[in-house]
C-alpha cells in the first residue's frame, strides 16, 4: 500500500465521527483540519494528539507523544502506522423528538389525571471531541448523527416524560395553561438533559417543546 501524503475529511451534513481510510503514513503527510473539525491521531487504542483547524505538515516535532510510543527515526520520509480520526463539531439543528405513548400528568389545578401529549425539535453538537471519541465511537469507523438519535431516543423521551410532570407538579401549572409556559418548560429540560449528553461529549442547543 502506498503511503499516504495528505490526509482530510470532506465531511457531509450528516456524519459526525470518521476514519480515514488507511493508517500507513509518513513523516512529511499534510494533515488538514478544517474549521468545525478536529483530528485525533490514535496508535494502539490510544489518543496521542490532537489537532484543530489548520494544515499541519507531520514532523516529529508536531507530534511528539506518537514519536515516543513509535520511535520514529529524525529526518527524511519515515512511515509509520497511526490512524487519524476526525470529529465533526457542526450543529445538527433539525432533530425531531415525539412522546410514543401520552403522559399521565395529574393537574395540580383540578386534581384530575390528564393524558399529554408533545413534540418538538433540537439541536445536538460536539463540544467535547474527545470526550465524545473516548466514550461513544469505539471502532466503529463512521459515526452519523442518526446513530446518536437511535442511542438516546429512548433516554431522552424518558427523561422529557419525567421532567414534564415534574414541572407541571412542582410549579402548579394547570395543563390547560402549559403553552403559556413552554419556553421556560423547554429551557429547564435542555439544561437537565445537558446533564446527560455531557457525559459523553455533547450539548443538546435550540431545545423546543410543542
Request: hydrophobic residues 40%; charged residues 20%.
Amino acid at each position: 500500500m502506498a503511503l499516504i501524503d495528505i490526509v482530510k475529511w470532506d465531511m457531509t451534513n450528516d456524519e459526525i465521527c470518521y476514519k480515514f481510510p488507511s493508517d500507513n503514513l509518513k513523516i512529511g503527510t499534510q494533515l488538514v483540519v478544517y474549521p468545525t473539525q478536529t483530528a485525533f491521531f490514535i496508535k494502539g487504542g490510544s489518543i496521542c494528539d490532537e489537532f484543530t483547524e489548520g494544515t499541519y505538515t507531520i514532523t516529529t516535532e508536531n507530534i511528539p507523544v506518537l514519536n515516543k510510543l513509535i520511535n520514529i527515526p529524525y529526518g527524511g520520509d519515515t512511515p509509520f502506522k497511526a490512524e487519524v480520526w476526525f470529529i465533526n463539531q457542526v450543529a445538527k439543528l433539525d432533530l425531531q423528538w415525539g412522546t410514543p405513548r401520552p403522559i399521565l400528568m395529574e393537574d395540580p389545578k383540578y386534581k384530575i389525571i390528564v393524558p399529554v401529549r408533545a413534540h418538538g425539535q433540537y439541536g445536538i453538537k460536539v463540544i467535547n471531541p474527545r470526550l465524545f471519541l473516548q466514550t461513544l465511537i469505539g471502532n466503529m469507523q463512521v459515526f452519523t448523527v442518526d446513530k446518536i438519535e437511535s442511542y438516546f431516543k429512548g433516554r431522552l423521551v424518558t427523561s422529557l416524560n419525567a421532567l414534564m410532570s415534574q414541572q407541571v407538579t412542582e410549579q402548579k401549572v394547570s395543563v390547560l395553561d402549559i403553552n403559556a409556559r413552554l419556553n421556560e418548560i423547554s429551557q429547564t429540560c435542555c439544561d437537565q438533559l445537558n446533564n446527560i449528553f455531557g457525559k459523553y461529549g455533547l450539548a443538546i442547543i435550540e431545545f423546543s417543546i410543542m
